[in-house]
T-cell receptor
Framework: NAGVTQTPKFQVLKTGQSMTLQCAQDMNHEYMSWYRQDPGMGLRLIHYSVGAGITDQGEVPNGYNVSRSTTEDFPLRLLSAAPSQTSVYFC????????????FGSGTRLTVV | AQTVTQSQPEMSVQEAETVTLSCTYDTSESDYYLFWYKQPPSRQMILVIRQEAYKQQNATENRFSVNFQKAAKSFSLKISDSQLGDAAMYFCAYRVINTGTASKLTFGTGTRLQVTL
């Protein structure tokens, strides 16, 4: 059981480039989320999904797009990378029942130069 | 909006001693879940312990226990018999029970715990 798989683990982008962070889970979880982690700010919610075909914005959605065509996959797209998007990104998934918390991927360290 | 506050950016404890990490939260909901996550240098987010707000009994997981004070909206984590492997960033997190917003997990800013010999 792989859990939540994120790729890549590290990435360097130039300002203005676009890219997609991949996230897949094999636990049949309904809920999936993307967070970014910055020093002193904890984890902040970017986008989330409550099921295939349903997504919504979180706290810091600007500059990011998501889609959820299947239960398993929830990619995060950076449209035009900016230095302010330098961060560590986490994908997480959860069953509908809230008591289980979220299972996190291992994170992607993204640097935009 | 729900907020989670961790007022201790850094804490230090000697090996084998006990340390308590503080967390307060603000919510108008009556039913919710609270969590503590551990993030070691490997960056992996690890669930340490959870508490259901409707349960009066404080949760315990081996050396980890919580002091949940619902009226005060306080949720502290106690680590007993601290070990070198406990050194990590610890995050307090909150999640409502109602289905409509149950997908959101709100985090505090974290407390970095150092364990010394």
């Amino acid at each position: 059981n792989a859990g939540v798989t994120q790729t890549p683990k590290f990435q360097v982008l130039k300002t203005g480039q676009s890219m997609t962070l991949q996230c897949a889970q094999d636990m049949n979880h309904e809920y999936m989320s993307w967070y970014r982690q910055d020093p002193g700010m904890g984890l902040r919610l970017i986008h989330y999904s409550v099921g295939a075909g349903i997504t919504d914005q979180g706290e810091v959605p600007n500059g990011y797009n998501v889609s959820r065509s299947t239960t398993e996959d929830f990619p995060l797209r950076l449209l035009s990378a900016a230095p302010s998007q330098t961060s560590v990104y986490f994908c997480a998934s959860s069953p509908r029942q809230g008591r289980y918390g979220y299972t996190f991927g291992s994170g992607t360290r993204l640097t935009v130069v | 909006a729900q907020t989670v506050t961790q007022s201790q950016p850094e804490m230090s404890v000697q090996e084998a001693e006990t340390v308590t990490l503080s967390c307060t939260y603000d919510t108008s909901e009556s039913d919710y879940y609270l969590f503590w996550y551990k993030q070691p240098p490997s960056r992996q987010m690890i669930l340490v312990i959870r508490q259901e707000a409707y349960k009066q009994q404080n949760a315990t997981e081996n050396r980890f226990s919580v002091n949940f004070q619902k009226a005060a909206k306080s949720f502290s984590l106690k680590i007993s018999d601290s070990q070198l492997g406990d050194a990590a960033m610890y995050f307090c997190a909150y999640r409502v029970i109602n289905t409509g917003t149950a997908s959101k997990l709100t985090f505090g800013t974290g407390t970095r715990l150092q364990v010394t010999l």
